[in-house]
């Protein structure tokens, strides 16, 4: 029987409605799977060997109680078919230094997914830098000057630490708000960490990033209706820098404009 491994954050503290990490566990362990659990701490290297501290776990499908664990053993990491490394950000000196480990483990035989070297490589910020075309006008720098020269070139701008998730520390200023050079200090600390800015796309349509896949913006098609039932017209209102245009049918019957690259203008 193969066994599946996992490195994530508490199991406890996760949202069971959206959290993928649980929905992967359930569907393995539909398939007869054995789940080993383990947090990032509970991994260690001794004489170049990976070991960690894994407890057997049970999932179910009920947001009331939905885990079950087992008691702790040590084991190598080379015993597991397959871990998952699906520990969140933010992307430390700590996440890396478990990157290490987990190609120890790929060494002697362990599936490791995602693989070790690329979640040093790609970086979920700066991998974009591989696709300019694809995203909004885009900075990175710890540079105060220069993120104040981009404000006011953009006009308005998202401002984010490379290493974070899930909106912490993110932060939307436009040129002469009075707070921004406090944010722009706090999030460089003074040229000692460096962040990524992009131009902001979404004005008062309602727009949102996150809910369609990487470099869409999605942006309710309802806002340009004039009567209920009357066909959508959103050509004057939504333009992409490629004139690629997509109308997409989510559910609920609520229908969204998204395109990539955007460039939403009034």
């Avoid at 190598?76 to 890396?96: A, H, N, Q, S, T």
């Avoid at 987990?102 to 490791?112: D, F, K, P, S």
């Avoid at 984010?160 to 722009?184: C, E, Y």
Wanted: proline content about 6%; charged content about 25%; overall charge neutral.
């Amino acid at each position: 029987m193969a066994t599946l491994g996992v490195v994530m954050d508490p199991i406890g503290s996760i949202k069971y409605h959206k959290d993928s990490t649980l929905a992967m566990l359930l569907a393995a362990q539909a398939r007869g799977w054995q789940l080993r659990y383990l947090e990032m701490q509970d991994l260690h290297l001794r004489d170049g060997v990976a070991y960690g501290n894994a407890r057997p776990l049970q999932v179910c499908a009920d947001q009331r109680r939905w885990f079950e664990l087992g008691d702790e053993l040590e084991m190598p990491l080379g015993e597991l078919d397959v871990l998952l490394m699906r520990k969140d950000p933010p992307f430390d000196m700590e996440y890396i230094y478990a990157t290490y480990l987990l190609e120890q483990a790929e060494a002697t035989g362990c599936l490791v997914v995602n693989k070790a070297q690329s979640l040093r490589d790609a970086n979920e910020k700066l991998f974009t830098a591989w696709f300019p075309q694809c995203t909004p006008p885009t900075l990175v720098t710890s540079d105060k000057q220069r993120i104040r020269r981009f404000l006011a070139e953009q006009g308005e701008i998202i401002v984010k630490p490379l290493g974070g998730m899930g909106g912490a520390s993110v932060f939307h200023i436009r040129d002469g708000d009075l707070n921004t050079n406090v944010i722009i200090e706090t999030l460089t600390d003074n040229k000692n960490r460096t962040v990524g800015e992009m131009r902001h796309t979404l004005l008062k349509y309602g727009g949102k990033l996150g809910d369609a896949p990487p470099g869409y913006v999605i942006v309710p098609a309802s806002v340009w209706a004039r009567k209920r039932g009357e066909a959508l017209d959103l050509e004057p209102v939504l333009e992409s820098s490629h004139g690629n245009r997509h109308l997409i049918l989510l559910r609920r019957g609520k229908v969204y404009a998204a395109c990539p690259s955007p460039i939403l203008r009034r």
